[in-house]
């Protein structure tokens, strides 16, 4: 591992020297590409730099043990170094696991609502302001391309564009059924009710990036609706692509521009194909989990919200919170946070 880390260590020192030069001066391409290998190295750099200072002042303090007047403050030292040591190594083996290409990616996040009925569909609208709320504190752009909704403000099925630096990377975890207990606004009786909503998570794909043959497509125009089936405006701005051989549609209705509607639904068609592409590359993975949505039946649950009790816990690491108005107002970084060093915890017992 550090004959590893020295070679990258080597690397980051000539990268950041060449971009002292005229040549990647001159060419704006070279100096950005160079510049992002420099911070993505960076983290991992100043981290192997840390641990091999604190291997220095082991050995350091370990010679002077024997001296009478500083081994008391030498044997201080040692402990601080060597536990200094110990984090920094565990922090490199976290560094050097094998990054998700796609991290830093935007993402296609598709809400639908599952069993529950209206109380569903209005669950499926509180994980998206949830989710929007959370996009805005850190700063993301967060555009909806389709959506379906109902006469009571719920959610039926919604299609979002998230844009930003590490969306995929926080976002990824949530993909599942979550599971909602409370008493609907529709329930004059007063009784907890158990219902349903899925979300899907796909890392955004450009068109360009996943080539889709045009005879492959079936594209349609259609005037966008509001709930109920009213109306919403005159034109038929509304795009629904059909990609023949998968029978997979997009539908895209957000904008009132229509080629702005075609260019939101290749973008979702390209990223849904290319999910679809590498489930099929990667048949092991595909074979041992389900497919992200599952059926929306309550059993598939990732989540659960339970109002009268005010907490949500995770079922797949077992995390409870007590938090649940905070959650619902988009204070997620507790619960993503606790997903990625779970997933990271796996993938450092598969490294050993």
Known sequence: MFEKLSEIEKKYDDTRARLETPEVYSDPALYARLARDVKELEPLVSCYRRWRGYG???????????????????????????????????????????????????????????????????????????????????????????????????????????????????????????????????????????????????????????????RDLQIDTFRSTGAGGQKVNKTESAIRITHLPTGTVVECQDERSQYKNKDRAMKILASRLAEAERRRRDAAVAAERKSQVGSGDRSERIRTYNFPQGRVTDHRIGLTLYKIDQIMNGALDELIDALITADQAEKLRGEE
């Open 56 to 214: 220095e002042s082991v050995e350091e303090a370990k010679a002077l043990l024997s001296d009478p007047e500083l081994g008391e403050m030498a044997r201080e030292e040692l402990d601080a170094a060597r536990l200094g040591l110990e984090e920094s190594e565990r922090e490199l083996k976290l560094l050097l696991l094998p990054r998700d290409p796609n991290d830093g990616r935007g993402v296609i996040m598709e809400i639908r609502a599952g069993v529950g009925g209206e109380e569903s569909a209005l669950f499926a609208a509180d994980l998206y302001r949830m989710y929007a709320m959370y996009a805005e504190a850190r700063g993301w752009r967060v555009e909806i391309a389709y959506l379906n909704d109902t006469e009571l403000g719920g959610v039926k099925e919604m299609s979002l564009i998230i844009d930003g630096e590490g969306a995929y990377s926080r976002l990824k975890f949530e993909s599942g059924v979550h599971r909602v207990q409370r008493v609907p606004v529709t329930e004059s009786s007063g009784r907890i009710q158990t219902s349903a909503a899925t979300v899907a998570v796909l890392p955004e794909m450009e068109e360009v990036e996943f080539q889709i043959d045009p």
